[in-house]
């Protein structure tokens, strides 16, 4: 998972309750980091601020998809908006959680999204299979 929060306290509250649950998960603090994390790296989940230093996490979202269509990404936010939601759509935003939220609650939607990112992955694999075997035959 690719945490990005700037609020230093909420970052290593998340990034612990998602380690202390077995997820591997990398937390950086502005839109930029993450970009040059998700440079060398796939990640299943980003779980996204709103507002961070720099770009907001919609624009995160949309360029983390653009160079990893598989990312589902979640948006959080403090401040929720018609527009952002609409623009967070947009972008291929998962699902936008609107803080203060459970860690419970938080919890329950990565295991969906975890899930949800498996089938389709697997969806994917076996699409391909299915593709090359009927050029095997034709």
């Not at 979640?74 to 947009?90: D, F, N, Q, R």
């Amino acid at each position: 998972m690719l945490l990005v929060e700037d609020e230093d306290s909420l970052r290593e509250i998340l990034r612990e309750f998602f380690e202390n649950r077995g997820y591997e998960v990398i937390a950086v603090r502005s839109g930029e980091e993450a970009l040059e994390v998700i440079s060398n790296k796939k990640f299943q989940i980003g779980l996204f601020d709103l507002k961070l230093p720099g770009m907001d996490g919609i624009e995160l979202a949309r360029r983390a998809r653009e160079n990893d269509p598989d990312m589902l990404v979640l948006i959080m936010t403090g401040y929720p908006s018609e527009e952002s939601v609409k623009k967070a759509a947009e972008s291929g935003v998962y699902d936008y959680i609107v803080k203060p939220f459970r860690l419970e609650e938080l919890e329950k939607i990565i295991e969906q999204v975890t899930k949800e990112w498996r089938m389709s992955r697997e969806n994917r694999r076996l699409r391909k299979k299915l593709a090359d075997l009927e050029g095997e035959i034709w």
